[in-house]
């Protein structure tokens, strides 16, 4: 029997969180096993780094610090936790992953595609997932969204401004088109029910 990696991808207030928790339901109900994890963080290492890079002031970290210390993080993630869950057999649900460095480091700070698949390289043996649903919302509703969870405490990425998630938006566009066979695009509009059920219908084929 052989795991699987899901990626869950999308920008800020797209309901991600949400719909790997009712995915992950969704497959257990389907007697598989499955970790439910996130980025950055998902492991005890990258937990604390995850600490380092959403608090504090806006101006902590340059952008190149920042985009280390997120493939840091995934490659303590890899290590630890998704790797050995996959080899065991079982199915690992990832909030977020590689390509949100790409959208957001590479694409919306500028460092470029390639620095970014370098350092993952170095990190994580490139290592990537088997399917990557790109939770996707008009630009209105994910602003509208990202705006009524920012009042409850914005962390230091997810509070920058409109042009910069603009720019996040565009990337994960461009990554989704150039890469179809890893990549489904998902419409994140409607009922949390039925974005789970377009979610299983883009790993159909997986099962
Ligand atoms: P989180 O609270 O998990 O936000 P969300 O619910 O939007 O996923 O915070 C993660 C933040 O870190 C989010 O603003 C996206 C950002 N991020 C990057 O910039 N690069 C990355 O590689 C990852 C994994 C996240």
């Given at each position: 029997m052989s795991g699987r990696f899901i990626s869950l991808e999308g920008g800020e207030g797209v309901g991600k969180s949400t719909q790997v928790r009712r995915l992950a339901e969704a497959l257990r109900a389907r007697g598989i096993d499955v970790i439910e994890t996130r980025e950055p963080g998902g492991s005890a290492g990258a937990e604390a780094i995850r600490r380092l890079l959403l608090?504090?002031?806006?101006?902590?970290?340059t952008a190149p610090t920042e985009a280390l210390l997120f493939a840091a993080a995934r490659a303590d993630h890899v290590a630890r936790t998704i790797g050995p869950a996959v080899t065991a057999g079982k199915w690992v649900l990832s909030d977020r992953y590689l390509d949100s460095s790409i959208a957001y480091q590479g694409g919306a700070d500028g460092l470029g595609e390639e620095a970014i698949r370098t350092l993952h390289g170095i990190g994580s043996g490139g290592y990537l997932p088997d399917r990557t649903l790109l939770l996707a919302l008009p630009a209105g509703d994910a602003v509208a969204r990202a705006a009524a969870r920012d009042r409850d405490g914005a962390d230091r990425i997810g509070g920058r401004e409109d042009a910069y998630h603009a720019r996040v938006a565009d990337s994960f566009d461009r990554l989704a088109a150039a890469e179809p066979d890893r990549f489904r695009r998902i419409?994140?509009?409607?009922a949390p029910e039925a974005v789970t059920n377009r979610l299983i219908a883009a790993i159909a084929d997986l099962l």
């Open positions: 608090e504090g002031a806006g101006d902590r970290w419409d994140a509009v409607g």
